[in-house]
């Protein structure tokens, strides 16, 4: 048996945890309120000493998950096995209804405030929600690259304790984020002049 873990930089994670709990979990608390009461797991060395006292380290088998890349399925069966490492085309559609697409910032504030009523068939209020704004949407992003690259530092010393011992060298910024820095401040400049964020 082995365990496959994929760290991710946590501010690319912390985003995309929050536009995850407010489309499935309700969540109804700001952004950065989030991250300093509800976000965990982003030490990934605690996380993984956890899992090494129970199933060894030789059973821990860890990446860095690339946001870049568009598939996901390949890293994995790599991660599992070098006779796979070549394996294409069991890539999951991002249109299929199996895959866990992030909703953008206008579906994911009009969420949110509906998470605060009661409503009849809620998903599919929802859904209808996320697919009127299909194609017109701008990205859930809440940090600019300053406030991102202050919320890696935070785990930086985490990073390298974890890189060091699950990747073979020390490291504290982990990459593989989707957005470069000028295309993050680009889409925040384009929220704010909307109105859709205040950082």
């Given at each position: 048996?082995?365990?496959?873990?994929?760290?991710?930089?946590?501010d690319?994670?912390?985003?995309?945890?929050?536009?995850?709990?407010?489309?499935?979990?309700?969540?109804?608390e700001?952004?950065?309120?989030?991250?300093?009461?509800?976000?965990?797991?982003?030490?990934?060395?605690?996380?993984?000493?956890?899992?090494?006292?129970?199933?060894?380290?030789?059973?821990?088998?860890?990446?860095?998950?690339?946001?870049?890349r568009?598939?996901?399925?390949?890293?994995f069966?790599?991660?599992?096995?070098?006779?796979?490492?070549?394996?294409?085309?069991?890539?999951?559609?991002?249109?299929?209804?199996?895959?866990?697409?992030?909703?953008?910032?206008?579906?994911?504030?009009?969420?949110?405030?509906?998470?605060?009523?009661?409503?009849?068939?809620?998903q599919?209020?929802?859904?209808?929600?996320?697919?009127?704004?299909?194609?017109?949407?701008?990205?859930?992003l809440?940090?600019?690259?300053?406030?991102?690259?202050?919320?890696?530092?935070?785990?930086?010393?985490?990073?390298?304790?974890?890189?060091?011992?699950?990747?073979?060298?020390?490291?504290?910024?982990?990459?593989?984020?989707?957005?470069?820095?000028?295309e993050?401040?680009?889409?925040?400049?384009?929220?704010?002049?909307?109105?859709?964020?205040?950082?």
């Amino acid at each position: 048996m082995k365990i496959v873990f994929f760290a991710r930089s946590q501010d690319e994670l912390a985003e995309s945890e929050y536009n995850q709990m407010v489309k499935l979990k309700r969540v109804t608390e700001s952004f950065s309120s989030y991250v300093e009461n509800s976000l965990d797991g982003c030490h990934f060395d605690s996380e993984m000493a956890v899992w090494e006292r129970h199933f060894g380290r030789e059973n821990l088998v860890c990446r860095i998950y690339d946001a870049g890349r568009k598939e996901v399925v390949a890293p994995f069966l790599a991660a599992i096995s070098d006779d796979l490492a070549d394996f294409s085309g069991a890539e999951v559609p991002a249109n299929s209804g199996a895959a866990n697409i992030a909703i953008g910032m206008k579906a994911l504030s009009a969420i949110r405030l509906l998470n605060e009523i009661e409503l009849v068939d809620r998903q599919t209020v929802y859904q209808r929600i996320i697919d009127g704004f299909a194609g017109v949407d701008l990205p859930a992003l809440f940090l600019d690259s300053e406030a991102a690259a202050r919320l890696r530092s935070r785990f930086a010393e985490s990073n390298r304790s974890f890189t060091e011992r699950y990747l073979g060298r020390a490291f504290a910024d982990l990459g593989g984020r989707r957005r470069s820095d000028e295309e993050r401040d680009t889409v925040m400049a384009q929220l704010i002049a909307l109105g859709l964020t205040s950082n």
